[in-house]
């Protein structure tokens, strides 16, 4: 369990953090159902709880754990010299090398509508670093593939040219590094460092808007290697036209290439993604519940496989065998409580108490008054919040035709500009799971 524990850490922190604070806690075991871990000093452990506390909890409540508690333990051992002991490790001057996560390959990525001209991109620019597209530029939503993509590329080229020097890093880590070198007078090291790659990895470029001094020294590095023919790979959650605050001549930069986004996966893929992912963890999961599961998320992966972790989990601590009824209910309170991204059937409940109507009424064939207009502020908000597509939304409201649907959220879209009641209730349901998409 603690190996599940690190891998929903590692992909919440830099990959500075997680090495420095969570490459030496070791778990000890279980006592009296809180996770026992050891931690080399109290330094570290003090460090961890406060900063870390929060994020282990949620991923022991997302594993199902009985308990989000844990304790940390004080072992020391062969861990004494280590940089952990000093508090300056918090801001490493020289940054360890960002890795490339052995999990996001090419092998790995499931490629369907929504991805698969960022994929042929990425693949493109894998094939022949710095000829194909330079540079590349992929947009799109939060945990839709970007980052794993993007690792993927590095992988590949790595195993084509053995040789290649490969630099991944997000947008955050250049930026504190910028200004650990500014602040340490090692900007020499600092270029030689960025400058000196034959492909840069710059991830979330969204996040420099608005930072100056950072967006200075890219040009700088984005020009050096581009001259150069090296491969440049940016991703970012909009495109480049849409990034605020960011200076013209990096715009103007970013646009020189190809630019593609990636888009929601549909059902089929979000399956299939499923499916592998269980099959990665020896685990057989029948149409149904991969079915089940791919329906309530529909469009972030992350939370789709979070499901999905948590979901075997469940299993496997209750031995019981996963229907759609177990994955229903093991995964209900998961939606309800760790701020995942909400669900139809959440969003239909909610609806149907606040016009004093049921569920079923909504997905029924009825055409009275009272569950018209319900039922279509139910499809829009389900449309605007869970980014299911239309059939997929029709097949939930028993079977409708997606036209229906279709039809349902225009017409709220349009009653929404003269309807102020109407425009209030639908705010009020948006702003209650605010972040949640
Ligand atoms: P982003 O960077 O766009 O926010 P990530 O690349 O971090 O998203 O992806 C989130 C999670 O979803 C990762 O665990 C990743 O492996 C997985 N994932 C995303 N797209 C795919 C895909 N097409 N096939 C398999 N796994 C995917
Ligand atoms: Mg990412």
Known sequence: IWENVLDYVRENVTSVEFDTWFARVKPLGLTGGALELGVPTSFAGDWIQKHYGHLIQEALLRLGAQSPEFRLKVVP???????????????????????LNPKYTFESFVVGPGNSMAHAAAMAVAEAPGKAYNPLFIYGGVGLGKTHLMHAVGHYARQRFPEIRVEYVSTETFTNDLISAIRSDRMNQFRERYRSVDMLLVDDVQFIAGKERTQEEFFHTFNTLYEDGKQILLTSDRPPREILTLESRLRSRFEWGLITDIQPPDLETRIAILKMNAERRGVQLSEEVLEYVARQVASNIRELEGALMRLIAYASLSGVTITPKVAQSALADLFHTAG???????????????????????????????????????????????????????????????????????????????????????????????GRG
Do not use: C
């Open 77 to 99: 051992g062969e861990v004494v010299q280590d940089a952990i002991l000093q508090e300056d490790a918090r801001v490493p001057a020289a940054a360890p090398r960002t890795r």
């Open 340 to 434: 995942e991204a909400v669900t139809m059937d959440e969003i239909l409940a909610a609806v149907a108490e606040h016009y004093g109507v049921t569920p079923a009424d909504l997905k029924s064939k009825g055409r009275s008054k009272e569950v018209v207009r319900p039922r279509q502020v139910a499809m829009y908000l389900i449309r605007q919040l869970t980014g299911a597509s239309l059939p997929e939304i029709g097949q939930f409201f028993g079977g409708r035709d997606h036209t229906t649907v279709l039809y349902a959220t225009q017409k709220i879209g349009k009653l929404l500009a003269e309807d102020a009641e109407l425009r209030r209730t639908v705010e009020g349901f948006e702003s209650r799971w605010a």
